[in-house]
């Protein structure tokens, strides 16, 4: 039987744990050859290990998304080797550190708007061409409740995500007229290193695990998936 996604080239950042790891595998279950950026390798090549022992394909592509020459670099290699895009998860993120705005450090500022917010950016860029040459290009990015609804202490996470969403609506509405649809996905609270780092005191057995989310994912990377330009809450949109 032909899986959803034979065929299809599939780009998720952040796929070393966490969200990322886990729509990385079920992507490439779908069908999906699947491209895994992040920068701790141990983690891409156990995922690669997965993907195969399950029958997918993947390329790892190991390289730090602060470094926005390397992202072209990527866009052009995938631009020689398949000549489109057909799916993008722009799903890393960093939550720095939660303190109030006066004392936020500049440099963990810095480092959060650059992976959470330029990064992203720095993917549409080199993307933007390899998407619209799909039949179906879809680009989906991870964002927080903290990216629309202020909440003391979020600092640098919250204000990244609320320009992330912001510049992912304004890029959807640059794409009408083609076949690409550009959204956000708000995971809610999920069983991950960052959610333990946020919330310290909480059981994580209590959280689901990143495995929940894929199907909301798989459902919004879809070539059947037509809306653009949202920000959808998984618990009670998409799932
Ligand atoms: P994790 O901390 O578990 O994973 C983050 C991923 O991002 C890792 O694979 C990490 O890889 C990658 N990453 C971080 N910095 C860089 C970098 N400079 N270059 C390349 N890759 C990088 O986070 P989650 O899985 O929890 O989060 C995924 C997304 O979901 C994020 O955008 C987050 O904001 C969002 N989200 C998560 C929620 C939750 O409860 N977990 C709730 C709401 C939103 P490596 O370190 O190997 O580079």
Redesign the pocket.
């Known amino acids: 039987m032909t899986k959803p996604l034979e065929g299809r080239i599939a780009l998720v ?9 886990a729509a990385a595998k079920a992507l490439a279950a779908d069908g999906a050859h699947v491209i895994a ?4 390798v141990g ?2 090549e156990e995922l690669d290990d997965e993907i195969h022992a399950a029958g997918g394909s993947a390329t790892l592509a190991p ?4 470094e926005g020459e390397l992202i072209d670099r990527l866009g052009g290699a995938v631009a020689e080797r398949w000549g489109r895009l057909d799916i993008l998860v ?6 720095g550190e939660l303190s109030p705005m006066g004392h936020q450090s500049p440099q963990e500022w810095d ?1 959060v708007l ?3 917010l330029t ?1 992203n950016w720095r993917l549409i860029r080199s993307f933007d061409t390899l998407l619209r040459a799909s039949d179906a290009g879809r680009a989906l ?5 903290v990216g629309h609804r202020a909440r003391a202490y979020w600092g640098a ?1 919250a204000v990244s ?1 609320a320009g992330l969403e912001m510049m992912v609506r304004t890029y959807a509405d640059e794409l009408g007229g083609t076949a690409v649809r550009v959204n956000l996905l ?10 333990a ?2 919330m310290p005191g909480e059981d994580p057995a209590t ?1 689901p695990a ?1 495995d929940a989310i894929c199907p909301a994912i798989l459902r919004m990377v879809s070539p059947a998936w037509q809306s653009t330009g949202e920000v959808l809450n998984v618990r009670d949109r998409v799932a």
């Open positions: 950042t952040g796929a070393s744990r966490g969200i990322g790891y950026v992040a920068r701790t983690g891409l390289l730090d998304l602060r722009g799903n890393a993120g960093i939550l480092k650059a992976v959470n990064a990015f991870l964002t927080s409740t996470y995500k708000n995971p809610g609270a999920t069983r991950t290193a960052m959610r780092q946020a959280l990143p």
